[in-house]
């Protein structure tokens, strides 16, 4: 738009200076030949505006082109919202629903157990599917939130949904052959992988960790606060490591929202909750007072709580790679901040996903300098 109007400006002003196109002839039968520049503006005007008008007609058709051609919104997968393709598989495929699922899925062996779920491997024409099933009535709600969080969430920081069906309880999703983050020393130490045991996978898993806060505390479905996570080896078992050692949280049964504008807070939870890996606002304040836990008497908090803890995940992520010692170094004033008493204190994980990323240019810009002070 703006380069075509460009001539039109050009064209209109020489003409008010020049005196007689065939336009302006024609609007101007009948009068003197003297006609001043003033007379004649409405005239050019009139054709400036007719050519604006048209130049908006012809936008206006191609864009609509341009729409009719579109493509429809693909997610991260390629494919369609509310489809699944896994890397073996070529085509995108809707959701599985109840009868698919009764039909064609079939349980090999269970792989985890948490307080909601049994976790199956389990196989759907010929792929690898990973099957979870409520484990006891008792906790049909948090894993009807679950189903609802992965269906809301999915991207390339969650685990693929596959299918469900609600009626029987069943969820089925990608299946992570490596398994969860607690896995992560075990699997770093065998022998075909000992080549990635290094402070650049290491530090890239703390990154994508901090990156699901980010997101969760961002996410499409409001600010999510990450409860299920009351001790580090908790956190851990709620994320998956990918077959090239990236991490999807798989676990969303407990994603309670925060919301200042409509004054929603979260608890995790309605019984006491102790130890040093949890918020200090997470603990019953008159524990030293030696008055008994009321749950009324708690008072609600805010996805800071995830912030808290990002210091003692990363800890072990890091665990005893060469190059760890510094990396910890260069956190030290942040993970401190993540560690302030008081929750408004404590970075957002944004703030703490740039310091996270420049450290990792930094350090791999300095490589080469690095590895000759070992
Ligand atoms: N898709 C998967 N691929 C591989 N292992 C999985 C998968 N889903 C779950 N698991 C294993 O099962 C464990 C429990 O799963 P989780 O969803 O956290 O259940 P719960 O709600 O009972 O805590 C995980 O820590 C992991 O070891
Ligand atoms: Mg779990």
């Known amino acids: 738009m703006a380069t075509m109007s460009m001539p039109i400006i050009q064209h209109g002003h020489h003409r008010g200076r020049g005196g007689s196109s065939s336009i302006s002839l024609q609007f101007n039968m009948g009068r003197r030949s003297s006609t001043s520049i003033y007379q004649r503006t409405p005239v050019v005007a009139i054709f400036l505006a007719a050519l604006l008008l048209s130049n908006i007609l012809i936008y206006l058709y191609l864009d609509s082109v341009y729409q009719s051609d579109r493509q429809p919104v693909t997610t991260h997968n390629g494919c369609l919202a509310q489809y699944f393709k896994m890397p073996t598989m070529k085509n995108c495929t809707p959701w599985l629903q109840c009868p698919m699922i009764e039909a064609d899925v079939r349980k090999l062996k269970l792989i985890g157990q948490g307080a909601v779920k049994k976790v199956y491997l389990a196989e759907w024409k ?93 996410s499409p479905a409001g600010r999510r606060v990450m409860c299920d996570s009351n001790s580090l080896e908790k956190t851990l078992s709620q994320f998956l490591l990918t077959n090239d050692f990236h991490l999807v949280v798989n676990d969303l049964d407990a994603l309670p929202e925060v919301d200042v504008s409509r004054g929603l807070l979260v608890k995790c939870g309605h019984h006491e909750i102790s130890g040093d890996f949890v918020a200090p606002e997470q603990l019953w304040p008159f ?42 170094f260069h956190l030290f004033q942040i993970h401190k901040e993540c560690k302030s008493q008081d929750p408004k204190l404590r970075p957002s994980a944004l703030d703490v996903l740039m310091i996270y990323k420049a450290v990792y240019s930094n350090m791999a810009r300095n490589n080469g300098e690095f590895r000759e002070k070992l």
Not at 133 to 161: C, E, I, R, T, W
Not at 186 to 199: F, G
Not at 298 to 311: A, F, L, R
């Open 126 to 218: 010929g792929q690898k599917v990973s099957v979870s099933k409520l484990s006891s009535l008792n906790y049909s709600q948090d894993f009807l939130h679950g189903v609802s969080m992965l269906k809301a969430l999915q991207g390339p920081l969650v685990v693929q949904l596959v299918g469900f069906c609600l009626k029987d309880h069943t969820m089925v999703t990608q299946y992570h052959p490596l398994g969860s983050l607690l896995n992560l020393n075990i699997v770093l130490a065998q022998e075909h992988q000992k080549h990635r045991n290094t402070w650049q996978t290491r530090l890239m898993l703390a990154i994508d960790y901090i990156s699901i806060l980010h997101y969760l505390h961002n």
């Open 287 to 328: 524990y030293n007072k030696g008055k008994p836990f009321s749950d009324d008497l708690m008072h609600e908090y805010d996805e800071k709580t995830d912030i808290w803890k990002i210091p003692d995940v990363t800890q072990f992520l890091i665990g005893r790679v060469i190059g760890g010692d510094l990396i910890h």
